[in-house]
Protein backbone atom coordinates (compact mmCIF):
# COMPACT_ATOMS: atom_id res chain seq x y z
CA UNK A 1 0.00 0.00 0.00
CA UNK A 2 3.00 2.29 0.83
CA UNK A 3 4.58 1.84 -2.88
CA UNK A 4 1.10 2.46 -4.28
CA UNK A 5 0.59 5.48 -2.36
CA UNK A 6 4.28 6.90 -3.29
CA UNK A 7 3.67 6.44 -6.59
CA UNK A 8 0.34 8.31 -6.85
CA UNK A 9 1.78 10.61 -5.03
CA UNK A 10 5.04 11.11 -7.04
CA UNK A 11 2.18 11.26 -10.59
CA UNK A 12 0.65 13.79 -9.04
CA UNK A 13 3.52 16.09 -8.19
CA UNK A 14 4.45 15.01 -11.95
CA UNK A 15 0.74 16.04 -13.24
CA UNK A 16 1.16 19.51 -10.82
CA UNK A 17 4.80 20.29 -12.37
CA UNK A 18 3.44 19.86 -15.64
CA UNK A 19 0.53 21.96 -15.26
CA UNK A 20 2.41 24.52 -13.62
CA UNK A 21 4.85 25.04 -16.30
CA UNK A 22 2.98 27.01 -18.94
CA UNK A 23 1.70 29.78 -16.07
CA UNK A 24 4.98 29.55 -15.52
CA UNK A 25 6.06 30.46 -18.40
CA UNK A 26 3.08 33.24 -19.17
CA UNK A 27 4.35 34.76 -15.43
CA UNK A 28 8.27 34.84 -16.72
CA UNK A 29 7.01 36.81 -20.12
CA UNK A 30 5.06 39.12 -18.14
CA UNK A 31 7.59 39.50 -16.19
CA UNK A 32 9.84 40.16 -18.82
CA UNK A 33 7.98 42.38 -21.03
CA UNK A 34 9.78 45.60 -20.42
CA UNK A 35 8.25 48.62 -18.63
CA UNK A 36 7.98 52.45 -19.98
CA UNK A 37 9.81 54.60 -18.09
CA UNK A 38 7.95 57.98 -17.99
CA UNK A 39 5.73 59.06 -20.73
CA UNK A 40 6.78 57.19 -23.97
CA UNK A 41 4.31 58.06 -27.14
CA UNK A 42 2.83 54.99 -29.27
CA UNK A 43 4.15 54.88 -32.90
CA UNK A 44 2.31 56.46 -36.09
CA UNK A 45 1.04 58.85 -34.07
CA UNK A 46 1.13 61.82 -36.93
CA UNK A 47 3.80 63.95 -35.93
CA UNK A 48 5.33 65.71 -38.98
CA UNK A 49 8.49 64.94 -40.26
CA UNK A 50 9.60 68.60 -41.89
CA UNK A 51 10.91 67.66 -45.22
CA UNK A 52 10.28 70.49 -46.98
CA UNK A 53 9.31 74.61 -46.19
CA UNK A 54 5.74 74.43 -44.25
CA UNK A 55 5.80 77.97 -46.10
CA UNK A 56 7.04 79.34 -49.17
CA UNK A 57 10.14 81.09 -49.90
CA UNK A 58 10.37 84.82 -50.06
CA UNK A 59 9.95 85.85 -53.80
CA UNK A 60 12.71 87.15 -56.08
CA UNK A 61 11.13 90.79 -56.48
CA UNK A 62 14.44 92.51 -57.46
CA UNK A 63 13.65 95.11 -60.16
CA UNK A 64 15.36 95.46 -63.33
CA UNK A 65 17.93 98.34 -62.62
CA UNK A 66 19.52 96.15 -59.94
CA UNK A 67 19.75 92.43 -62.04
CA UNK A 68 23.50 93.44 -62.95
CA UNK A 69 24.98 93.68 -59.60
CA UNK A 70 26.23 90.95 -57.60
CA UNK A 71 23.35 89.47 -55.12
CA UNK A 72 25.35 90.54 -52.00
CA UNK A 73 24.97 94.29 -53.45
CA UNK A 74 21.40 93.59 -54.90
CA UNK A 75 20.01 92.55 -50.93
CA UNK A 76 22.32 95.46 -49.56
CA UNK A 77 20.12 97.75 -51.87
CA UNK A 78 17.01 96.50 -51.26
CA UNK A 79 17.43 96.32 -47.71
CA UNK A 80 18.58 100.23 -47.80
CA UNK A 81 15.68 101.06 -49.26
CA UNK A 82 13.14 99.43 -47.56
CA UNK A 83 14.98 100.64 -44.04
CA UNK A 84 14.44 104.34 -45.57
CA UNK A 85 10.72 103.79 -46.09
CA UNK A 86 10.24 102.04 -42.66
CA UNK A 87 12.10 104.64 -40.91
CA UNK A 88 10.33 107.43 -42.45
CA UNK A 89 6.79 106.13 -41.47
CA UNK A 90 7.32 105.21 -38.31
CA UNK A 91 8.40 109.02 -37.99
CA UNK A 92 4.84 110.18 -39.50
CA UNK A 93 2.79 107.62 -36.95
CA UNK A 94 5.22 109.10 -34.23
CA UNK A 95 3.64 112.50 -34.70
CA UNK A 96 0.36 111.16 -33.93
CA UNK A 97 1.51 110.31 -30.59
CA UNK A 98 0.32 107.64 -28.06
CA UNK A 99 -2.55 106.51 -29.86
CA UNK A 100 -1.31 106.21 -33.42
CA UNK A 101 1.57 104.08 -31.98
CA UNK A 102 -0.92 102.30 -29.70
CA UNK A 103 -2.50 101.68 -33.14
CA UNK A 104 0.88 100.40 -34.61
CA UNK A 105 1.63 98.05 -32.01
CA UNK A 106 -1.83 96.26 -31.81
CA UNK A 107 -1.39 96.12 -36.19
CA UNK A 108 1.97 94.44 -35.66
CA UNK A 109 0.90 92.33 -33.11
CA UNK A 110 -1.75 91.10 -34.79
CA UNK A 111 0.48 90.01 -38.24
CA UNK A 112 3.34 88.30 -35.58
CA UNK A 113 0.51 86.03 -34.54
CA UNK A 114 -0.81 85.88 -38.09
CA UNK A 115 3.14 84.30 -38.77
CA UNK A 116 3.42 82.27 -36.35
CA UNK A 117 0.35 80.58 -36.46
CA UNK A 118 0.49 80.08 -39.97
CA UNK A 119 3.93 77.64 -39.70
CA UNK A 120 1.72 76.08 -37.27
CA UNK A 121 -0.88 75.43 -39.74
CA UNK A 122 1.31 74.59 -42.45
CA UNK A 123 3.13 72.11 -40.68
CA UNK A 124 -0.14 69.89 -39.71
CA UNK A 125 -2.01 71.13 -43.04
CA UNK A 126 -2.60 67.49 -44.10
CA UNK A 127 -4.35 66.48 -40.29
CA UNK A 128 -7.24 68.38 -41.47
CA UNK A 129 -8.07 69.22 -38.10
CA UNK A 130 -11.38 71.43 -37.46
CA UNK A 131 -11.09 74.85 -35.66
CA UNK A 132 -7.59 74.94 -35.63
CA UNK A 133 -7.41 78.76 -37.07
CA UNK A 134 -10.66 79.79 -35.92
CA UNK A 135 -9.93 79.12 -32.00
CA UNK A 136 -6.55 80.49 -32.76
CA UNK A 137 -7.88 84.04 -33.23
CA UNK A 138 -10.37 83.99 -30.84
CA UNK A 139 -8.21 83.33 -27.94
CA UNK A 140 -6.03 86.25 -29.24
CA UNK A 141 -9.03 88.18 -29.22
CA UNK A 142 -9.61 87.48 -25.78
CA UNK A 143 -6.01 87.78 -24.73
CA UNK A 144 -6.19 91.10 -25.52
CA UNK A 145 -9.63 91.96 -24.71
CA UNK A 146 -7.82 90.81 -21.14
CA UNK A 147 -4.74 92.28 -21.31
CA UNK A 148 -5.73 95.72 -22.79
CA UNK A 149 -9.08 96.20 -20.31
CA UNK A 150 -7.41 98.01 -17.92
CA UNK A 151 -5.44 100.27 -20.56
CA UNK A 152 -8.72 101.74 -21.56
CA UNK A 153 -10.15 101.71 -18.17
CA UNK A 154 -7.39 104.20 -17.41
CA UNK A 155 -6.74 106.47 -20.39
CA UNK A 156 -10.40 106.47 -22.10
CA UNK A 157 -12.78 105.95 -19.19
CA UNK A 158 -13.57 108.98 -19.88
CA UNK A 159 -14.86 109.17 -22.97
CA UNK A 160 -16.32 105.80 -22.95
CA UNK A 161 -17.97 107.04 -19.64
CA UNK A 162 -19.50 110.50 -21.27
CA UNK A 163 -20.19 109.49 -25.42
CA UNK A 164 -20.14 105.62 -25.30
CA UNK A 165 -22.43 104.54 -22.62
CA UNK A 166 -23.35 101.34 -24.40
CA UNK A 167 -19.28 100.35 -23.90
CA UNK A 168 -18.82 101.35 -19.87
CA UNK A 169 -20.34 97.40 -18.96
CA UNK A 170 -17.97 96.36 -20.95
CA UNK A 171 -15.19 98.17 -19.54
CA UNK A 172 -15.67 97.43 -16.00
CA UNK A 173 -16.53 94.19 -16.04
CA UNK A 174 -13.54 93.60 -18.74
CA UNK A 175 -11.95 90.67 -16.48
CA UNK A 176 -14.59 88.51 -15.95
CA UNK A 177 -16.23 88.75 -19.06
CA UNK A 178 -12.61 88.03 -21.05
CA UNK A 179 -12.10 84.86 -17.82
CA UNK A 180 -15.96 83.80 -19.87
CA UNK A 181 -14.80 84.05 -23.38
CA UNK A 182 -11.86 82.08 -22.60
CA UNK A 183 -13.97 79.36 -20.74
CA UNK A 184 -16.02 79.40 -23.80
CA UNK A 185 -13.00 78.81 -26.24
CA UNK A 186 -11.51 76.20 -24.04
CA UNK A 187 -14.98 74.61 -24.21
CA UNK A 188 -15.07 74.28 -28.19
CA UNK A 189 -11.60 73.24 -28.24
CA UNK A 190 -12.46 70.38 -26.12
CA UNK A 191 -15.56 69.36 -27.92
CA UNK A 192 -13.45 69.47 -31.17
CA UNK A 193 -11.14 66.80 -29.89
CA UNK A 194 -10.97 63.97 -32.39
CA UNK A 195 -9.51 60.67 -31.76
CA UNK A 196 -6.27 59.66 -33.34
CA UNK A 197 -5.67 63.39 -33.59
CA UNK A 198 -5.13 63.74 -29.48
CA UNK A 199 -1.47 64.36 -29.12
CA UNK A 200 -1.51 67.09 -32.76
CA UNK A 201 -4.32 69.48 -31.23
CA UNK A 202 -2.82 69.09 -28.07
CA UNK A 203 0.06 70.20 -29.67
CA UNK A 204 -1.56 73.01 -31.82
CA UNK A 205 -3.19 73.87 -28.57
CA UNK A 206 0.25 74.73 -27.28
CA UNK A 207 1.39 76.40 -30.00
CA UNK A 208 -1.29 78.94 -30.02
CA UNK A 209 -1.30 79.51 -26.13
CA UNK A 210 2.95 80.17 -26.43
CA UNK A 211 2.47 82.69 -29.32
CA UNK A 212 -0.28 84.66 -27.38
CA UNK A 213 2.36 84.90 -24.62
CA UNK A 214 5.12 85.72 -26.65
CA UNK A 215 3.15 88.25 -28.96
CA UNK A 216 0.47 89.74 -26.89
CA UNK A 217 2.24 90.05 -23.79
CA UNK A 218 5.15 91.90 -24.96
CA UNK A 219 3.18 94.49 -27.13
CA UNK A 220 0.94 95.14 -23.76
CA UNK A 221 4.38 96.04 -21.90
CA UNK A 222 4.96 98.39 -25.01
CA UNK A 223 1.53 99.98 -24.39
CA UNK A 224 2.05 100.55 -20.70
CA UNK A 225 5.42 102.15 -21.19
CA UNK A 226 3.78 104.63 -23.74
CA UNK A 227 1.90 106.82 -21.86
CA UNK A 228 3.90 107.38 -19.49
CA UNK A 229 6.09 109.34 -21.61
CA UNK A 230 6.93 108.59 -25.74
CA UNK A 231 10.75 108.78 -24.68
CA UNK A 232 11.65 105.81 -23.53
CA UNK A 233 9.53 103.79 -26.22
CA UNK A 234 11.50 105.84 -28.50
CA UNK A 235 14.53 105.35 -27.32
CA UNK A 236 13.95 101.31 -26.44
CA UNK A 237 13.06 100.65 -30.41
CA UNK A 238 15.18 102.53 -32.11
CA UNK A 239 18.05 101.63 -29.97
CA UNK A 240 17.61 97.87 -31.38
CA UNK A 241 16.96 99.42 -34.93
CA UNK A 242 19.87 100.94 -34.44
CA UNK A 243 22.01 97.91 -33.30
CA UNK A 244 20.74 95.85 -36.19
CA UNK A 245 21.21 98.26 -39.15
CA UNK A 246 24.86 99.02 -37.72
CA UNK A 247 25.39 95.20 -37.41
CA UNK A 248 24.45 95.12 -40.79
CA UNK A 249 26.97 97.80 -42.20
CA UNK A 250 29.99 96.99 -40.19
CA UNK A 251 29.08 93.00 -40.80
CA UNK A 252 29.04 93.64 -44.72
CA UNK A 253 31.77 95.64 -44.89
CA UNK A 254 34.62 94.33 -42.48
CA UNK A 255 32.91 91.49 -41.27
CA UNK A 256 35.26 88.15 -41.32
CA UNK A 257 34.68 86.44 -38.54
CA UNK A 258 31.65 84.26 -37.44
CA UNK A 259 29.56 85.34 -34.20
CA UNK A 260 27.13 82.31 -33.78
CA UNK A 261 26.26 78.73 -36.02
CA UNK A 262 22.54 79.50 -35.40
CA UNK A 263 22.87 82.90 -37.52
CA UNK A 264 26.19 82.58 -40.04
CA UNK A 265 25.77 86.26 -41.58
CA UNK A 266 26.28 87.39 -37.63
CA UNK A 267 30.01 88.42 -37.28
CA UNK A 268 31.81 89.65 -34.29
CA UNK A 269 33.01 92.74 -36.17
CA UNK A 270 29.09 93.51 -37.06
CA UNK A 271 28.08 92.66 -32.87
CA UNK A 272 31.11 95.02 -31.57
CA UNK A 273 30.55 97.92 -34.19
CA UNK A 274 26.96 98.14 -33.74
CA UNK A 275 27.38 97.73 -29.53
CA UNK A 276 29.64 101.43 -29.55
CA UNK A 277 27.77 102.70 -32.51
CA UNK A 278 24.25 102.03 -30.15
CA UNK A 279 25.66 103.59 -27.10
CA UNK A 280 26.56 106.67 -29.04
CA UNK A 281 23.60 106.98 -30.14
CA UNK A 282 21.36 106.38 -26.84
CA UNK A 283 23.49 109.32 -25.65
CA UNK A 284 22.58 111.94 -28.02
CA UNK A 285 19.19 111.01 -29.02
CA UNK A 286 18.60 111.26 -25.35
CA UNK A 287 19.74 114.67 -25.04
CA UNK A 288 17.59 115.75 -27.96
CA UNK A 289 14.19 114.35 -27.11
CA UNK A 290 14.22 115.49 -23.61
CA UNK A 291 13.72 119.30 -24.99
CA UNK A 292 10.40 118.54 -26.11
CA UNK A 293 7.55 117.72 -23.84
CA UNK A 294 5.73 116.01 -26.32
CA UNK A 295 8.23 113.28 -25.63
CA UNK A 296 8.79 113.26 -21.76
CA UNK A 297 5.56 113.83 -20.49
CA UNK A 298 2.93 111.40 -19.44
CA UNK A 299 -0.34 111.31 -21.90
CA UNK A 300 -2.92 112.97 -20.59
CA UNK A 301 -6.78 113.44 -22.11
CA UNK A 302 -8.03 116.58 -22.75
CA UNK A 303 -11.93 116.94 -22.55
CA UNK A 304 -12.23 119.65 -24.26
CA UNK A 305 -10.46 118.54 -27.70
CA UNK A 306 -10.95 115.41 -26.99
CA UNK A 307 -6.98 114.61 -27.72
CA UNK A 308 -4.02 113.73 -25.79
CA UNK A 309 -1.61 116.18 -24.85
CA UNK A 310 1.79 115.60 -22.87
CA UNK A 311 2.41 118.93 -21.56
CA UNK A 312 4.22 119.09 -17.97
CA UNK A 313 7.05 120.37 -15.64
CA UNK A 314 10.43 118.26 -16.74
CA UNK A 315 11.30 116.13 -13.68
CA UNK A 316 14.40 116.23 -12.49
CA UNK A 317 15.27 112.47 -14.94
CA UNK A 318 15.30 115.70 -17.41
CA UNK A 319 17.32 118.69 -15.92
CA UNK A 320 21.45 118.91 -16.25
CA UNK A 321 23.25 117.57 -13.00
CA UNK A 322 26.94 117.53 -12.29
CA UNK A 323 28.87 113.96 -11.37
CA UNK A 324 32.01 113.01 -10.49
CA UNK A 325 33.73 110.68 -12.60
CA UNK A 326 34.79 107.35 -10.79
CA UNK A 327 38.99 107.31 -10.56
CA UNK A 328 39.53 104.91 -12.65
CA UNK A 329 37.30 106.47 -15.74
CA UNK A 330 39.70 109.56 -14.85
CA UNK A 331 42.68 107.87 -15.58
CA UNK A 332 41.17 106.45 -18.57
CA UNK A 333 40.47 109.27 -20.13
CA UNK A 334 44.22 110.81 -18.83
CA UNK A 335 45.86 108.40 -20.87
CA UNK A 336 43.90 110.36 -23.73
CA UNK A 337 45.25 114.17 -22.74
CA UNK A 338 41.50 114.59 -21.07
CA UNK A 339 41.75 115.44 -17.89
CA UNK A 340 37.77 115.43 -16.84
CA UNK A 341 37.32 115.03 -13.07
CA UNK A 342 33.25 115.54 -13.45
CA UNK A 343 30.81 115.93 -16.37
CA UNK A 344 27.39 117.57 -16.99
CA UNK A 345 24.57 115.28 -17.83
CA UNK A 346 20.86 114.29 -17.48
CA UNK A 347 20.05 111.13 -15.37
CA UNK A 348 18.00 110.04 -18.41
CA UNK A 349 21.33 109.62 -20.28
CA UNK A 350 22.60 107.40 -17.52
CA UNK A 351 19.51 105.10 -18.02
CA UNK A 352 19.87 105.29 -21.95
CA UNK A 353 23.34 103.88 -21.77
CA UNK A 354 21.78 100.93 -19.93
CA UNK A 355 19.16 100.28 -22.28
CA UNK A 356 21.76 100.50 -25.18
CA UNK A 357 23.95 98.09 -23.68
CA UNK A 358 20.70 95.65 -23.47
CA UNK A 359 19.90 96.21 -27.00
CA UNK A 360 23.35 95.79 -27.84
CA UNK A 361 24.11 92.57 -25.84
CA UNK A 362 20.86 90.95 -24.91
CA UNK A 363 18.06 91.91 -27.31
CA UNK A 364 20.44 90.17 -30.50
CA UNK A 365 19.75 86.79 -28.40
CA UNK A 366 15.53 87.58 -29.83
CA UNK A 367 16.76 87.40 -33.35
CA UNK A 368 19.15 84.27 -32.58
CA UNK A 369 15.95 82.24 -31.20
CA UNK A 370 14.04 83.44 -34.20
CA UNK A 371 16.98 82.02 -36.40
CA UNK A 372 17.01 78.89 -34.66
CA UNK A 373 13.21 78.24 -34.62
CA UNK A 374 13.18 79.01 -38.62
CA UNK A 375 16.02 76.65 -39.21
CA UNK A 376 14.29 73.94 -36.99
CA UNK A 377 10.68 74.38 -39.81
CA UNK A 378 13.28 75.00 -42.96
CA UNK A 379 12.46 78.22 -43.40
CA UNK A 380 14.30 81.47 -44.31
CA UNK A 381 11.84 84.16 -43.19
CA UNK A 382 8.77 84.00 -41.26
CA UNK A 383 6.67 86.23 -44.03
CA UNK A 384 7.60 88.43 -47.31
CA UNK A 385 6.20 91.64 -46.32
CA UNK A 386 9.12 93.74 -46.38
CA UNK A 387 11.36 92.91 -49.47
CA UNK A 388 14.47 91.97 -48.16
CA UNK A 389 14.22 91.93 -44.41
CA UNK A 390 11.27 89.02 -44.54
CA UNK A 391 8.23 89.28 -42.39
CA UNK A 392 7.11 91.45 -39.51
CA UNK A 393 8.73 88.42 -37.08
CA UNK A 394 12.13 88.85 -38.66
CA UNK A 395 11.90 92.53 -38.19
CA UNK A 396 10.69 93.01 -34.73
CA UNK A 397 12.25 89.44 -32.92
CA UNK A 398 14.47 91.51 -31.31
CA UNK A 399 11.85 94.03 -29.82
CA UNK A 400 10.10 91.28 -27.64
CA UNK A 401 12.90 90.87 -25.44
CA UNK A 402 13.62 94.48 -25.23
CA UNK A 403 9.57 95.22 -24.64
CA UNK A 404 9.88 93.35 -21.22
CA UNK A 405 13.55 94.80 -20.28
CA UNK A 406 11.82 98.17 -20.19
CA UNK A 407 9.19 97.99 -18.76
CA UNK A 408 10.63 96.25 -15.66
CA UNK A 409 13.03 99.01 -15.97
CA UNK A 410 10.74 101.33 -15.60
CA UNK A 411 8.77 99.95 -12.99
CA UNK A 412 12.03 99.70 -11.21
CA UNK A 413 13.65 103.05 -11.69
CA UNK A 414 12.14 105.26 -13.05
CA UNK A 415 8.18 104.79 -12.48
CA UNK A 416 6.48 108.21 -10.99
CA UNK A 417 2.48 108.60 -10.09
CA UNK A 418 0.65 109.13 -13.68
CA UNK A 419 -1.96 111.86 -12.46
CA UNK A 420 -4.04 111.03 -15.66
CA UNK A 421 -4.74 107.10 -14.25
CA UNK A 422 -5.21 108.40 -10.92
CA UNK A 423 -8.03 111.23 -11.88
CA UNK A 424 -9.92 108.77 -14.19
CA UNK A 425 -9.87 106.44 -10.88
CA UNK A 426 -11.33 108.81 -8.97
CA UNK A 427 -14.09 109.51 -11.04
CA UNK A 428 -15.01 106.37 -11.52
CA UNK A 429 -15.37 106.07 -7.34
CA UNK A 430 -18.63 106.78 -5.66
CA UNK A 431 -19.56 110.31 -5.13
CA UNK A 432 -18.91 109.71 -1.15
CA UNK A 433 -15.71 108.28 -1.80
CA UNK A 434 -15.04 111.41 -4.35
CA UNK A 435 -15.96 113.61 -1.78
CA UNK A 436 -13.69 112.08 1.07
CA UNK A 437 -10.50 112.56 -1.38
CA UNK A 438 -11.22 116.12 -1.77
CA UNK A 439 -11.31 116.69 1.98
CA UNK A 440 -8.31 114.75 2.82
CA UNK A 441 -6.16 116.71 -0.40
CA UNK A 442 -7.72 119.99 0.80
CA UNK A 443 -6.66 119.61 4.58
CA UNK A 444 -2.58 118.21 3.07
CA UNK A 445 -2.73 121.03 0.68
CA UNK A 446 -3.98 123.62 3.19
CA UNK A 447 -1.03 122.57 5.59
CA UNK A 448 1.76 122.50 3.52
CA UNK A 449 1.40 125.83 2.13
CA UNK A 450 -0.01 125.44 -1.26
CA UNK A 451 -3.52 126.80 -1.41
CA UNK A 452 -5.17 129.10 1.27
CA UNK A 453 -7.56 128.17 4.28
Known amino acids: ?142 ANYF ?6 KDYFGIVLRRELHVLQPFIDYYRFLSFWLYVIGFMMFVLSLQKKQYLVQFTLFGWTHIALLIVVTQSNLIVQTLFDGMIWFLLSTTCVICNDIMAYMFGFFFGRTSLIKLSPKKTWEGFIGALFSTVIYSFFLTRFLAQFQFFTCPAEYDEDSMVFRMECEPSATYQVREYILPGFMQALLGYGGVHWETV ?63 YVYIQTFLKTANPTKITHQILNMAPEHQLYIFNQLKDSLTKSGAIEA
Not at 147 to 152: I, R
Request: aromatic share 12%; hydrophobic share 45%; with cysteine.
Open 147 to 152: VYGQSL
Open 1 to 142: MSEIRQREGEQIKKESSEDGKPGDKELNQEEEKPVAAGCVPPENLGLPEIQEPPIPPQKDNIPLFLKGLPPRWQNYVIRTAVSFAMVFGYALIIYAGPVGLTGLILLIEVMCFKEIISIGHAVYRTQNLPWFRTLSWYFLAC
Open 344 to 406: NLMPAQIHALVIALFASLVSPFGGFFASGFKRAFKIKDFGDVFPGHGGIMDRFDCQFLMASFL
